[in-house]
Each structure stands twice: as C-alpha cells, then as structure tokens.
C-alpha cells in the first residue's frame, strides 16, 4: 500500500527558456590535480593540435585542451537546443513512497530529446563546429545506437552526412535503433565490417565477432582519416564532449535552487562518463571549493565491464587498432570484447580520464550491478513513476533504490538526484528477457582482469 498524499504537489520543475545556460561549465579550470595530457600513439609524447586536426574539428580540440572555466554555447547550436532544452526535474514521490524512505528523490530527465537521450547535447555542439570548419561528412561508432542516433539526428540540421559503425551485437539486438539513424540519413554499418582493413581483419580471425566499440571505433577512424572532408565524432570519454553535457547539471542547479534543494548524494550511470558528467561535473564545482563538502557523486558501471571498480589506472589507447591517442584512463585494456548485456551504452573498456583522475583522487564513488539487479530497479521505477528507463540509466536507479534504502534503515535524511539519461522504449526485447528469466548475469573476475590487462605493465603510467 503506498501512503496517502496529502494535498496536490506538482512533481516537475522547470525552468523557462531564457534560463537555459548560456556557456558550458569546463571542470579542468578547478580540479585540484589534472589529468596527465594525451600521447601520441606512435610516439608516446604529448600530442599536438595538429596531429588531433586529422581526426577531430579545431574547434573542439581547442575546447579538448582548453583549462578556461566557462566556455560560450554558440547562438546556432542554442537554436537547435530549443527544440527539447530545459529539460525538467521530476520529484520521484511515487518511488518514495513505494520504498518508504525518507530520502526526497529527484531526476533529472533527458529522455525527451528528439532522439531520446542526452547525446544530442553534445552531437549538435559537434556538428556545428564540424560544419563550420567545412567537414562534409562525419563518423561515428555506437554501442546501443543513442549515440548514432544523436549524431544522425544533428548531422541532419546541419546538412551533413553521417556513416555510423554499429556494435554488432546490438545492431542484432536493437534494430529500430538502426531505422531511427537511417530516417535521418544515417548509413548505418554493423561493426566489425568488411569496408575496413580493420574490420576484415576481425572477421577473418572471429567470424561471429559481436563487435565491440573499441573495434567500431577503429573502424569510424580509419573512414574518417582517408577522406579530408571527413571528420570522427566521439560521443563520450574525451573532455570536449564532457564539457558539453554539463548543461545538464547546470539546468538541474537552478531547478533545485527554486525549490530550496541541494542533493547530498549525485548519481548517474558510466560507460565512457559523459553521463555522469554532464549532471555531477558542475555539483563538482562547490565540492571543490568545500562549500559543499559532504556531497557525495556514485558513478554505476555493469559489473560485465567495471572498468572503474576492477580495471586498472594506465595510459591505454581507446580502440583495438591502436588509432587514438593513448589516453591516462580506468581500462580493461583495448583488446577487451564485452558479453552481449543489453546495456549497450555501458559496453566501452576505458573510462573519461577527467572521471578516471576524479575517481583516483577520491572524489567520486563507483559500484557495479549486473543485469537481473539493474532490471529488477527499473521494473519498479516504471511501475512508480511511469517511464521506462534504457537499460544504461537502469543502474543509477539501482544505485538511487538501495541508497535510499539505506537512509530508511538509517533513518537519515537525503536528497538524491541521478539522471534518467534516456528512455527505454527501443530496448523493449531486454525487458521481455527479463520478465522471461532469460537474462544473463555476467561478472567480470579479477583474474579476467588481470588477463586483459597484463600487456598494460609496459604502458606509460597517469
């Protein structure tokens, strides 16, 4: 029986849209230690801009490497904001009551984007300086297809064509995914492929490969550096896509600030970070400064792929072919293939190594769920407040259920807020799976780990 409500209180916050931001929040201005720079995957030296300008646009490598504190959102990329931005604050009463807490449950709720997720804060930021700097076509790799589809979707509105490398295990397990990229004139690829050196080469040793974005990654990257018209696009881990999503938390801030609420607790799902990031990120900042010292910021990984709770703290490069930068990151090492778990997102072997240096210097908290546990959160989120959570954010509710769990049993008092990244209506045969009993609970071991990542001990250390 949940209890009675007394009276009637309106469960979302919004904001106005002449309160949207109007700058992106960049944390490598207040970090008390940075993250070490990228190096040359040839040479191991500290890379430049212009080895970066072959695979990324000048605009966001300046942004990549910027330590300014508040960076400008152009007026175009405002413009195309507008069309889902601010995004509202819900009060999760229905939960609360459900779990009898004393905990107040905020979300942040991103899933009303046009292609229902928060990647578009960042697709549409890259588009535009893409289309600017005049790339004609983007590539992309994509896990469960919310990153493809933000870029499809972006790439549209600013007339550019866009070919995305799809993790083939999800390309198997979510195909409207692929029809929602194609509506918007997306070539969609499963990945590994045979239109890349580095694709054939998988399938010739690993025919049934289920793929994995590191491999899609290669793949986006080889398209993008032989054509100079073409540019990759990243959606997660490096620090100019981070910077993007901080809108998020810096919406959230000022939703909470008109109801007299600060969150004692921040929680958001990791695969890459930029999740977790674009809500905590700016929560980070009074932190930082110990206005608000207590604040406690939980990233949730799959314990299929724990990149922060298992993995290990090296350089490591972000794809399987050895293109990218190596990167001061949390890994499994570049050659890790995940299991087929249905959270797609959350299936990448290294973490953001903003959130990978904010995790070892003790600032941000990390657990790890498997299936059955994630699923069985957002059948009971679903059946309070409403919405049917994609599998990724699926974990931060797991984390926002047993936290306020434990401030029952405490008899404590918190405000927990997490992001609802995305809506799960595409991810309807993980649900069936679920209520089937079909579902797979995966955990990585420790001396899987160790396997993954023994050639790391000759990698240069963060």
């Not at 300014?68 to 009060?91: A, C, G, H």
């Not at 804060?121 to 297809?145: D, H, S």
């Not at 398209?223 to 881990?237: E, P, Q």
């Amino acid at each position: 029986m949940r209890k009675k409500r007394v009276g009637l209180q309106s469960n979302r916050i919004y904001l106005s849209e002449r309160d949207i931001p109007k700058r992106w929040y960049n944390i490598l201005h207040d970090m008390p230690k940075k993250p070490k720079p990228p190096l040359n995957p040839k040479t191991a030296e500290p890379i430049s801009i212009d080895e970066l300008a072959v695979i990324f646009a000048k605009g966001l490598i300046e942004q990549e490497l910027s330590e300014k504190q508040w960076i400008d959102i152009p007026e175009e990329v405002l413009k195309v904001y507008l069309l889902w931005r601010p995004t509202p604050v819900v009060r999760a009463r229905f939960l609360e009551e459900a779990l009898e807490t004393p905990a107040r449950i905020y979300y942040k709720y991103e899933g009303v984007s046009p292609s229902g997720s928060h990647k578009p804060n960042t697709a549409v930021a890259q588009a535009y300086y893409n289309k600017i700097e005049g790339v004609e076509q983007l590539t992309t790799e994509t896990g469960a297809g919310q990153w493809g589809s933000a870029l499809a979707f972006a790439c549209s509105y600013f007339g550019l064509k866009c070919k995305v490398f799809m993790v083939r295990a999800s390309y198997e397990q979510k195909p409207y995914r692929k029809v929602l990229m194609q509506m918007w004139g997306a070539d969609v690829v499963p990945s590994p492929s045979k239109e890349t050196q580095v694709g054939r080469k998988i399938l010739e040793s690993t025919p049934d490969s289920p793929g994995s974005l590191g491999i899609a990654i290669s793949e986006a990257i080889e398209v993008a550096i032989s054509d100079d018209k073409t540019k990759y696009s990243l959606g997660s881990v490096l620090n100019h896509v981070l910077l993007h999503q901080t809108i998020i938390g810096l919406e959230a801030k000022k939703q909470l600030d008109k109801v007299e609420e600060y969150p004692t607790i921040v929680i958001g799902c990791v695969g890459g970070g930029s999740n977790f990031a674009g809500l905590a990120f700016p929560f980070l900042l009074d932190k930082f400064y110990e206005k608000r010292k207590s604040l406690r910021l939980i990233a949730v990984e799959p314990a299929a792929c724990p990149t922060l709770t298992k993995g290990i703290y090296s350089y490591d490069y972000g794809d399987t072919s050895k293109l990218t930068p190596l990167l001061p990151m949390y890994t499994l090492g570049h050659d890790f293939i995940p299991p087929r778990i249905h959270a797609g997102g959350l299936r990448y072997h290294g973490m953001s190594p903003i959130i990978s240096k904010l995790y070892a210097d003790g600032f941000v908290e990390a657990r790890a769920y498997t299936q059955n546990e994630i699923f069985d959160a957002a059948m009971k989120f679903f059946q309070t407040e409403g919405i049917v959570p994609a599998p990724e954010s699926a974990h931060a509710i797991r984390a926002v259920i047993d936290e306020a769990i434990r401030a029952r049993k405490e008899k404590k008092e918190e405000v927990i807020l997490f992001n609802l990244s995305g809506h799960g209506f595409f991810d309807m045969s993980a649900y069936n799976d679920y209520i089937l009993g079909v579902l797979e609970d995966v955990v990585l071991t420790d001396e899987d780990v160790n396997e993954l990542t023994r050639k790391l001990s000759s990698y240069p250390k963060p």
